[in-house]
């Protein structure tokens, strides 16, 4: 309930104009809803209201969401849970901390794959999984709007396709299939 209440609270400070700067690009509730995934998928824990309105506004101010999981990757509580993990290690946590599952055989070896080769970082791998439709449907959280695609968190996918790590396989959706993903049945979120 009180996830709920800090969301409410946050959608609208930002709806109203109070919290966010003029001319913000970002929708305030996609905003809300991408802070609120990262710093859930990151810490494992909901954000207390003061950190997720400041990354809230930092994302309405224009921040990418690439910017905003690095500053997260840098921080004693992600380098105490992850840090000395190999690779793969880290993969398979991610997928158990945030999806609550073991990963399939092609999506690990797909974020393996990646971080090995330095085409990306644990920033990026965090935003595959938060953003992910499956994550995303298991927060009944706002997802992501076409927009937000633009911002180089797209990972190895072409641009204006959407990687996801649902149903035991990695797959590409595209953004119109991200950004109508099924929201999670009544009830099921807290």
Known sequence: ???????AAVVLLSTLGLSSPAGAATDPAV?????????SAYFLRDPDLKGLQFWVD???????????????AGSDEFIERYGELDDGEFVDL???????????????????????????????VMIGFSESPEYVAKTGTTPPDAESFGDGTNLDVAP????????????????QAAVTAEEPPEGETD
């Open 1 to 7: 309930m009180k996830r709920l209440l800090a969301i």
């Open 31 to 39: 905003a809300q809803g991408q802070a609120d995934r990262l710093y």
């Open 58 to 72: 930092q994302l309405l101010g224009g921040e990418p969401l690439g910017d905003v999981s690095q500053f997260f």
């Open 94 to 124: 991610v997928y158990q901390n945030i999806l609550e599952r073991e990963p399939d055989a092609k999506g690990r070896a797909h974020w393996v794959e990646q971080l090995g080769s330095g085409a990306i970082d644990r920033g990026r």
């Open 160 to 175: 204006g396709t959407y990687r996801n790590v649902q149903n035991g396989e990695s797959c590409t959706w595209t953004r």
